[in-house]
């Protein structure tokens, strides 16, 4: 699948107002990727991140997932529901707090997200490996300031 990260790269090269489309187009390659990956494995795009979202913290609020996939309460819910009816996922309430709940992975979900996470860093490693080690480091720390920034937006 030709997902388009040399076009992205091209774009920007000295060329800062073309950041912004340069982050559209990664962003729809990310997403193209965990729809291709989910579906090799029977899963939905956001089936695909909720499961490598939740393997990567072992447990999380149900309010901190809808804040990780950016879904509305109503949306992650139906999410939730139709992957812990397939067995992949429970939800516990907090003890400390019975308005929370925790999302975990099941044993077959663990299973499966670890898969999932796998192939998508596989194929996310894969698509940077033409980056130098200095431009790689340089992007995740462009992408730490962005996502702080859009954190304190937020609050």
Same mark, same amino acid.
């Given at each position: 699948?030709?997902?388009?990260?040399?076009?992205?790269?091209?774009?920007v090269e000295?060329?800062?107002e073309?950041? $912004?489309? $340069?982050?559209?187009? /990664?962003?729809?390659? &990310?997403?193209? /990727?965990?729809? *291709?990956?989910?579906?090799?494995h029977?899963l939905t795009?956001?089936?695909?991140?909720? #499961?490598?979202?939740? !393997?990567?913290?072992?447990?999380v609020?149900?309010?901190?997932?809808?804040?990780l996939?950016?879904? +509305?309460?109503?949306s992650l819910?139906?999410?939730?529901?139709?992957a812990?009816?397939r067995?992949? !996922?429970?939800?516990?309430?907090d003890?400390?707090?019975r308005?929370?709940?925790?999302? +975990?992975?099941?044993? +077959?979900? $663990?299973? #499966? $997200?670890?898969?999932?996470?796998?192939? &998508?860093?596989a194929?996310?490693?894969?698509? !940077?490996?033409?980056?130098?080690?200095d *431009?790689q480091?340089r #992007?995740?720390?462009?992408?730490?300031? !962005?996502r702080?920034?859009?954190?304190?937006?937020t609050e």
């Open positions: 699948m030709d997902c388009g990260l040399e076009d992205a790269v091209d774009v000295g060329r800062p073309a950041l $912004a489309p $340069a982050l559209v187009a /990664l962003s729809h390659l &990310v997403l193209h /990727l965990f729809a *291709d990956v989910g579906r090799g029977g795009q956001q089936q695909a991140e909720l #499961l490598c979202t939740v !393997i990567v913290r072992d447990r609020r149900m309010n901190e997932l809808g804040k996939l950016h879904l +509305e309460k109503s819910s139906g999410l939730v529901d139709r812990e009816r067995g992949l !996922i429970t939800r516990t309430r003890a400390k707090d308005r929370a709940y925790w999302v +975990e992975l099941t044993d +077959e979900g $663990a299973r #499966l $997200a670890l898969r999932t996470h796998s192939d &998508v860093t194929r996310l490693d894969r698509l !940077i490996r033409h980056v130098s080690p *431009d480091a #992007l995740v720390g462009v992408v730490d300031r !962005i702080t920034a859009e954190s304190a937006a």
